[in-house]
């Protein structure tokens, strides 16, 4: 359950359109069972733990060619330059490194248009496998032990696609319930 709402919360940071989810969409996902295989469970998207060789906790200071374009919460938001702008034939409208205490910790990729959009979910199925999707919904899930990624159709109708490091996740929920703990103890 813990998992669910994190990912909720960092989901809805980068994909606006994620907040309009009904409140039980991420407790039908099958999240609850880590060691279970499942429809949308991808032992490459561990194998590759990141995006185009860029690998998830690398610190910001071996990347090269980042500029900062702002922060989202505790995260701090770049872009590479210059950075391929195409997957496959699907052009790309946005690359997006997020990182958390100087580590690489989520990345989001946006584009829009209907081929691209369909493009982009075929690139991702043949690197992670079949995702999980409920046949009326506009999301589709990776899931593997140590990241995941969630495809979505933002209320605009571009798409995007957010992978994250579950790793940097659970450190980020460590670190959230120590600044309560600490907080609450103040009062």
């Known amino acids: 359950m ?3 709402v994190i990912l909720l919360i960092l989901c809805c940071a980068y994909l606006p359109s994620l907040a309009q989810l009904p409140d039980d969409y ?3 996902l099958p999240l609850s069972q880590p ?3 499942h429809l949308g469970f991808s032992e490459e998207i ?16 071996q990347i090269k060619g980042l500029q900062y374009t702002g ?17 496959g034939n699907c052009k790309l409208d946005a690359v997006l490194y997020a990182f958390y205490k100087g580590r690489l910790a989520s ?3 946006t584009t829009s248009g209907d081929d691209n959009s369909v493009e982009l979910i075929r690139m991702l ?16 899930l990776w899931e593997g032990k140590k990241a ?10 571009s798409t995007s696609v957010y992978i994250s490091s579950k790793i940097m996740s659970t450190q980020l929920e460590r670190d959230e319930n120590t600044r309560r703990q600490r907080a609450a103890s103040g009062l």
Do not use: M
């Not at 872009?79 to 702008?85: A, G, Y």
């Open 125 to 140: 199925t043949l690197a992670y496998g079949e995702p999980f999707h409920e046949e009326e919904s506009d999301k589709w």
């Open 107 to 109: 990345i989001l990729v």
């Open 26 to 28: 991420f407790q039908k």
């Open 2 to 4: 813990i998992r669910c």
């Open 71 to 87: 922060s989202s919460g505790p995260h701090k938001l770049y872009r590479k330059v210059p950075e391929n702008k195409t997957l």
């Open 35 to 37: 060691d279970t295989i």
């Open 148 to 157: 995941v990624a969630l495809f979505g159709v933002n209320d605009d109708g």
């Open 46 to 61: 561990d194998k590759r733990y990141g995006f185009r060789g860029l690998r998830f906790e690398t610190p910001f200071q």
